[in-house]
């Protein structure tokens, strides 16, 4: 964990080769940020204070799976964008070896709201919401023509096709050692239905509700660009699709405030192209396929560090929420809720649930009204941590039995728990288990809303999946 008090130091000496500086008032770690650091700067310059933004790697960024060029580059492509008309703040400063802060940036900070449940339900922003997806339309086509090889960027950033898009992730999940079978599934349909090849553009990586600042007049900046690389143009706008970034408003397939033909009207005016639709909903899908192994990977990071933050654990558990959406999108239909265990939960003072709730109401009661900042937004993660204990306890048994009796009918044979998940995805690894093998996907179905029922019923894809209508289907 980052001592601030010695980074203020650090940087006070680093910000004297900004024009104009004076002094360095305070500086403030900011809520999220699970890959990268990000930090509210207050500084006295000769004109007044102000607020900048500093953008800081977490350690070594080798081995993290993290893919991308690095914070100097992604210092170099917000140039980029910017000067292509893209929203954006100003780069300051880019951080030098000899600053001894690692890699990172000092930039403009943005006012307006980068949450993406609050851009999505804040009666301020109901205006910019109702242009936004236009907005990110046109964003991303300037994006998408900023030119290659004129601004030296094939010579810096990694390319990556659909296939080996599905094939590296892919790949890079199976080397955590947590198999999770519908994974596999999903990664066996994406290779059953890859696009056709097409131009290559530079790709964000990361656009999305969430990296986004948005204020009252519409889009403020486009942020985190620290998955840019190049390839399918198209994998941007899946991805601004992809469930995970609708925060609570399913019903608006485009970051949970606008729809497919504002994002396309807008990518399409400014372009000059086109957009398929099933080319788009691929990326969907890839979108769910890749943050459920990109929520693996945080929790694999918070057992090997370097950053063993609560919210990296925590993070690991959102798996279950893109899973049960490849479900939706793959293999909609009917599922029945684990039981919840009854009968006598044991005499002991106090019980393992009430030593759990107890905990869990301080740090709601407590300590989240009482600290701000990080501080206070990681005692909520951790209460919500704690919610996940307390449905583990009650549901987690009974799930475990359920997914074993089911995984011994379906392979037709013996093991433990582990041993028969590892063997079901092994299987759909070498193609040993087809996609249409009778039970399976009833099986990944029931297996990942039970899942998801432990890790986070109220998320919007399992009432989706618990309310599965057939006649809707048809």
Avoid at 31 to 56: F, N
Avoid at 245 to 259: A, D, I, K, L, T
Wanted: with cysteine.
């Amino acid at each position: 964990m980052t001592d601030v008090g010695v980074l203020q130091d650090c940087l006070g000496e680093v910000l004297q080769r900004l024009d104009g500086f004076v002094t360095l008032h305070s500086v403030e770690r900011l809520s999220g940020g699970a890959s990268q650091e990000t930090y509210r700067l207050r500084v006295e310059m000769a004109d007044g204070e102000r607020s900048l933004a500093l953008r800081r790697s977490v350690g070594p960024t080798e081995g993290r799976g993290i893919g991308g060029p690095g914070l100097v580059v992604e210092a170099r492509l917000m140039v980029l964008a910017r000067q292509a008309g893209v929203p954006g703040p100003d780069v300051y400063l880019v951080l030098r070896p000899e600053d001894g802060l690692g890699d990172g940036f000092v930039m403009e900070w943005i006012a307006g709201e980068s949450l993406g449940a609050r851009i999505n339900r804040s009666e301020n922003l109901t205006a910019a919401r109702a242009g936004l997806a236009r907005e990110c339309g046109g964003a991303l086509a300037r994006i998408h023509s900023i030119d290659l090889d004129s601004t030296g960027l094939r010579d810096v950033l990694g390319e990556a096709g659909p296939e080996d898009s599905v094939r590296l992730t892919w790949k890079r999940y199976q080397g955590f050692g947590s198999p999770q079978p519908m994974i596999d599934f999903t990664a066996r349909w994406l290779l059953d239905h890859l696009p056709p090849d097409g131009e290559v553009a530079l790709v964000h990586g990361d656009f999305r509700n969430g990296n986004l600042v948005v204020n009252p007049t519409g889009m403020g900046a486009v942020l985190d660009w620290e998955i840019a690389h190049i390839g399918d143009p198209m994998r941007d706008l899946g991805w601004l699709c992809t469930s995970s970034w609708r925060f609570g408003h399913p019903e608006q397939p485009v970051g949970g405030f606008g729809s497919y033909e504002d994002l396309f009207a807008g990518y399409e005016e400014e372009s000059g192209r086109v957009v398929d639709l099933e080319h788009v909903r691929f990326w969907e899908v890839f979108g769910s396929f890749w943050w459920s192994i990109g929520c693996l990977g945080m929790a694999d990071q918070y057992r090997t560090g370097p950053d063993r933050s609560v919210e990296r654990a925590a993070i690991g558990r959102r798996s279950s929420e893109c899973q049960v959406d490849c479900v939706n999108l793959l293999i909609p239909g009917p599922v029945t809720e684990v039981a919840r265990e009854g009968g006598d939960r044991g005499s002991d003072l106090p019980r393992v649930d009430e030593l759990v709730g107890s905990v869990r109401e301080f740090l709601r009661s407590d300590v989240v009204p009482a600290i701000d900042g990080r501080t206070g937004f990681l005692a909520r993660v951790g209460a919500n941590s704690l919610d996940i204990v307390a449905r583990e306890l009650e549901l987690g048994n009974e799930h475990r039995h359920l997914e074993w009796s089911r995984l011994r009918n379906l392979l037709g044979v013996d093991g433990t728990l582990g041993e028969l998940r590892l063997l079901l995805a092994e299987g759909l690894r070498d193609g040993s288990v087809a996609l249409d093998t009778d039970g399976l996907i009833g099986h990944l179905r029931q297996t990942v809303v039970n899942q998801i029922l432990i890790d986070q019923p109220t998320y919007w894809g399992c009432v989706a999946a618990l309310g599965f209508d057939a006649n809707s289907q048809k």
